[in-house]
């Protein structure tokens, strides 16, 4: 079981520091307040058991040993503070996405992020799931408890998303009509599962899932554009990529750009707080530097992440 409390995690002393500007919270706020909008909803924010936490950001910080590339946790904060960091954000609703990587650590992860969204103002109740014979009751059990995301990350899970142990899973939230972050694009590391195929074959088979492919599903834009061009229910979150760390790796290609407008109604905010190596403000930018319009951002910054999140 999870610890109901954990020490404020010490930052890494070799861990290269992001330059977050002071008036950061000022400045996202002025981006959404230019729009006319009440506020972000960022449908990819990650809140996890503290001991689990540092173990990602523990990988993070050997990014550089196995990828030769450098990635900071620019949000190493205590949960609380990370907490107001997003309020004092402007976020009107965020997500606390969380993923196991082995069997029989889903159930306690929900335990978690359903504790934090029942005592924390704007944090939709979030859940997680493992190919594995409980699943389907412990999916059913964070269905009622009010779960109203999902995440699924195929790569750090090593697993099928076509496992018949999942197939009851895809049905449950697909009756639910409870949409699904999921992590199968073949970025930054392909894994053994991860690509568009496999994704395909689920989304056959469960025509009605609401999928929000994270990364856009960077590098294979193209083809993820192709499923939410084909089902109403697939969407993709903006989170990393567009800005000048992904872009300089998987830049997104610019015959694809005019499929984000056709398809803004699909499109929505994910930012990937606070695991990121560059501060918010910088993924904001990112995707307003697209210059796809005012109307397209409102959709993108709020609209379509209130619809998906069921915020009122």
């Known amino acids: 079981?999870?610890?109901?409390?954990?020490?404020?995690?010490?930052?890494?002393?070799?861990?290269?520091?992001?330059?977050?500007?002071?008036?950061?919270?000022?400045?996202?706020?002025?981006?959404?307040?230019?729009?006319?909008?009440?506020?972000?909803?960022?449908?990819?924010?990650?809140?996890?058991?503290?001991?689990?936490?540092?173990?990602?950001?523990?990988?993070?910080?050997?990014?550089?040993?196995?990828?030769?590339?450098?990635?900071?946790?620019?949000?190493?904060?205590?949960?609380?503070?990370?907490?107001?960091?997003?309020?004092?954000?402007?976020?009107?609703?965020?997500?606390?996405?969380?993923?196991?990587?082995?069997?029989?650590?889903?159930?306690?992860?929900?335990?978690?992020?359903?504790?934090?969204?029942?005592?924390?103002?704007?944090?939709?109740?979030?859940?997680?799931?493992?190919?594995?014979?409980?699943a389907p009751s412990y999916v059913a059990d964070a269905l009622h408890a009010g779960a109203r995301v999902f995440k699924s990350h195929v790569q750090v899970g090593d697993y099928d998303p076509r496992d018949p142990l999942l197939d009851e899973v895809w049905g449950l939230v697909a009756?639910?009509?409870?949409?699904?972050?999921?992590?199968?694009?073949?970025?930054?590391?392909?894994?053994?599962?991860?690509?568009?195929g496999p994704?395909?074959?689920?989304?056959?088979?469960?025509p009605r899932l609401v999928l929000v492919v994270a990364h856009m599903g960077l590098p294979e834009y193209g083809d993820f554009l192709d499923l939410a061009a084909a089902y109403e229910g697939v969407h993709l979150d903006t989170t990393m990529a567009f800005t000048p760390y992904v872009e300089s790796m998987h830049p997104f290609p610019a015959a694809e750009r005019a499929r984000l407008?056709?398809?803004g109604d699909r499109i929505v905010w994910g930012s990937d707080f606070p695991n990121i190596p560059y501060p918010y403000l910088d993924g904001l930018d990112a995707v307003i530097g697209l210059d796809l319009g005012d109307d397209w951002l409102r959709a993108v910054l709020h609209d379509n992440g209130a619809r998906l999140l069921r915020l009122s």
């Open 199 to 206: 994704v395909a074959e689920v989304l056959a088979r469960h």
């Open 261 to 263: 407008r056709d398809l």
């Open 175 to 196: 009756e639910a009509q409870v949409p699904v972050v999921l992590h199968a694009g073949s970025g930054p590391h392909p894994g053994t599962f991860t690509g568009p």
């Open 1 to 134: 079981m999870p610890p109901t409390s954990s020490p404020t995690p010490e930052p890494d002393p070799g861990a290269r520091p992001v330059a977050v500007p002071a008036d950061e919270a000022a400045q996202v706020r002025a981006r959404w307040e230019r729009l006319g909008l009440p506020g972000l909803v960022d449908v990819h924010t990650h809140f996890m058991p503290q001991r689990v936490l540092d173990k990602v950001w523990a990988f993070f910080d050997r990014v550089d040993e196995l990828a030769g590339r450098a990635w900071p946790i620019a949000y190493r904060l205590p949960e609380p503070e990370r907490v107001a960091r997003l309020t004092d954000f402007g976020l009107l609703g965020f997500t606390a996405l969380a993923y196991p990587h082995r069997p029989d650590m889903a159930a306690w992860l929900n335990e978690h992020t359903l504790d934090l969204a029942s005592r924390t103002a704007g944090c939709v109740p979030s859940a997680t799931f493992y190919p594995e014979p409980a």
